[in-house]
């Protein structure tokens, strides 16, 4: 059954740090999702995420208002690219990156999009 989910509905909490602000609208919890997930991502001027990866998710994004870097590589750190409002990003399965608002002023909004019904992120940089 198809089921519209307002603002009010998603279950919106802290994302990788005190900086990100995850606002999920479709996965298993919040719209009974099996296998898609869906949030509004809002990442404050100059804060990045922690270096990780998606374990078996392919990862879409796009850039809604801002300026994102993303680092990708072996380690996370090796090549980069920036996106800006209207692009779309695609991070495979298993791609080891880090997201960063590249604005100093502005903060950074994306939908997100993955194929797995919850927010699966493995951390590689040692913190818990």
Known sequence: MAVRITPEQRSTSI???ADMERSIAVSASVAGSTGLYSSVVTTQPGAKTRIHHHGPCETSI???RGRARFTFGPTGLEE???ADAGDFVYIPAGEIHVEENASADEELV???TRNCPDSH???L???A
């Open 125 to 127: 940089d040692g913190d």
């Open 15 to 17: 994302g990788q740090h």
């Open 121 to 123: 992120v493995v951390y």
């Open 62 to 64: 796009f850039i809604l």
């Open 110 to 112: 994306v939908v997100l």
């Open 80 to 82: 980069a690219f920036s």
